[in-house]
């Protein structure tokens, strides 16, 4: 079996089981692939692993199978094995509470299982909103050679005329439902038509920011984050990833090389230009925790005053991912940013991101706007920061009303999902435009695991008036394919008794974009009063299995939501 320069076991040799007898150990395991019918030539070449996510319950990763055969011509041409293996796949809608809840299980499974299994370098399958983050976080952990390769965003279809995204249109059609400007026919059909194809969501949702980050981080080759699922080139770019892979195996860059200080302030830029999604704030933290390194709010905010919106993709803009890629895909718009980024950092391709930008030629300026005439001046996300949010909370201003960004509200407060979904619609609920909308308990330490709740939706009866957005506050997430006024995250959460927990209908709540502030106008003895009348629950509500593992590990937003016991020591 194959020996490498550096002398220590690699492929079928490598991580042997253990049976007291190394020898009996090689013997045995060659018997075993043996029976898979490899050669004895193949046998003795290096292994590229391929860890995927295809399952039955993730219609964005249903062209995994000939992804994963192109990755596989790609090893196999330049001298390697391709061993593919599944691991636990999040199909985004499929997963009851939230895909959030099992992202640190799947990380496990990658990390361990990477290491665990004799490969010598291996390509991450991924795609679907929290599969790229899970990945990215096991190597990170394993520090194997690894590179990225995503599934590519779907294609756009077609409505009585109008183009059609999953799920920025989504949300807008069912919006006009709520309203009563569609009927239930024409709900249907829209609903045959949001997702025709293979691949993620077609606008700048988690996925696709997700993707970005992971090309700007230099983990995957260069214009692979945003080539649709279904183009010829997506299999082009699965054959390049397969050989990248190989190459890592003589000439070792290892993800605690790429996925650096520097490279995560990129990441960042790039996430504040794209007005990505509000979760890639919580991913790229934790995945950046992995290796030991904090992304800072306060920072994050800093970035934001310096770094423009580029790209008019929806939910904000109006174009697709598939018309990023036709733009020029992501270097264009890291092409964009170069007086911003640390040119020096490394990528998984041996070149430096500076190397990796002369590279681009063409860019299509209604999708990817010049740096001088941007979409906005300023970053997409900002942090807020005050005494209802001691910790942090995240507004994504881009996709905001800026008419609400300076403003005093009354809070009208729901306690829990169960409390909103049972009162919001009410025709007896006192609320006016003019409120702040409060949601309780949807936090990481809530029993409901953070879902994406926080795109709370407007009161039936303000809708069927005419209201399209208001202030709406809670410590959830929000899909990265939602808008409005929305402030998330707000940590510490109120399952772990935070301020947010202590809101009453009633109160005033000041929100202020331009100070970053976000308060209760309570005084603090009150405030002091209602704490001690309503302890956090207590712990353990689970008496076993991964609910009792993640009650009790389970970190704070600020500290992206991974596991305590999985973050890098330092
Ligand atoms: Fe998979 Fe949106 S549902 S990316």
Not at 175 to 193: H, L, N, P, W
Not at 233 to 254: K, M, Q, W
Not at 461 to 486: E, F, P, Q
Request: hydrophobic share 40%; with cysteine; aromatic share 4%.
């Amino acid at each position: 079996m194959s020996e490498p320069h550096d002398g220590k076991p690699a492929g079928f040799a490598k991580g042997l089981t253990n049976y007291g007898d190394r020898e009996f150990s090689v013997y045995l395991r060659r018997t075993f692939a043996s029976s898979m019918g490899y050669s004895r030539e193949m046998l003795d070449r290096p292994i590229v692993g391929i860890a995927h996510s295809a399952s039955g319950f993730n219609n964005c990763h249903r062209h995994f199978p000939e992804m994963i055969e192109a990755v596989k011509r790609g090893v196999l041409a330049a001298g390697g094995l391709p061993i593919e293996f599944p691991t636990i796949s999040l199909g985004e809608t499929f997963l009851t509470p939230t895909s959030l809840k099992f992202r640190n299980l799947m990380s496990m499974d990658v990390e361990e299982m990477t290491r665990a299994q004799p490969m010598d370098a291996v390509v991450l399958l991924g795609g679907c909103d929290k599969t790229v983050p899970a990945q990215l976080m096991g190597a990170a952990s394993a520090n194997l050679p690894a590179v990225q390769l995503v599934a590519g965003p779907m294609s756009t279809s077609r409505h009585r005329g109008e183009r059609l995204g999953a799920c920025t249109d989504c949300r807008r059609f069912w919006a006009k439902f709520r309203a009563g400007d569609i009927d239930a026919d024409e709900i249907d059909t829209v609903e045959r038509r949001l997702a025709s194809t293979a691949g993620t969501c077609a606008v700048m949702g988690t996925a696709s920011t997700m993707a970005i980050i992971a090309e700007t981080l230099g983990m995957m080759p260069a214009n692979s984050a945003a080539c649709p699922a279904v183009d010829a080139d997506r299999l082009r770019i699965a054959e390049e990833t397969g050989r990248v892979a190989f190459n890592l195996i003589a000439n070792p860059i290892l993800p605690s090389e790429i996925i650096t200080p520097r490279s995560v302030e990129n990441a960042l830029r790039v996430l504040l230009a794209i007005g990505g999604s509000t979760n890639a704030v919580i991913h790229l933290t934790a995945i950046a925790g992995r290796l030991g390194i904090q992304v800072d709010l306060r920072h994050l905010n800093a970035l934001s005053e310096t770094t423009p919106v580029l790209v008019d993709l929806k939910p904000t803009g109006q174009h697709y991912m598939e018309d990023l890629y036709a733009a020029g895909g992501v270097p264009a718009i890291l092409r964009e940013l170069k007086p911003l980024l640390h040119l020096d950092c490394r990528m998984v391709t041996g070149e430096t991101l500076g190397e990796r930008l002369d590279a681009v030629s063409w860019v299509d300026r209604e999708v990817v706007r010049p740096a001088a005439q941007p979409v906005r001046e300023t970053g997409g996300l900002v942090a807020l920061f005050g005494n209802l949010a001691p910790r942090g909370a995240i507004l994504k201003r881009s996709a905001a009303d800026p008419a609400l960004f300076e403003k005093e509200g009354r809070a009208v407060v729901f306690s829990s999902l169960e409390d909103l979904a049972n009162r919001i619609d009410s025709d007896a609920l006192d609320v006016t435009p003019d409120d702040f909308l409060v949601l309780q308990n949807a936090g990481p330490t809530s029993e409901a695991a953070m879902p994406e709740a926080g795109y709370l939706p407007i009161p039936r009866k303000l809708a069927r008036a005419g209201v399209k957005d208001m202030v709406r506050l809670s410590d959830a997430r929000m899909s990265g394919t939602a808008y409005g006024t929305i402030v998330l995250h707000i940590t510490p959460d109120a399952a772990s008794g935070g301020p947010l927990g202590l809101v009453r209908s009633g109160d005033r709540i000041r929100l202020s974009v331009s100070k970053r502030s976000l308060e209760l106008l309570v005084p603090d003895d009150e405030l002091a009063r209602r704490r001690e009348a309503q302890p956090p629950r207590a712990l353990p509500r689970h008496a076993r299995g991964y609910a009792s593992l993640y009650e009790r590990e389970i970190l704070q937003a600020d500290e992206g939501c991974d596991f305590r016991f999985l973050k890098s020591s330092g």
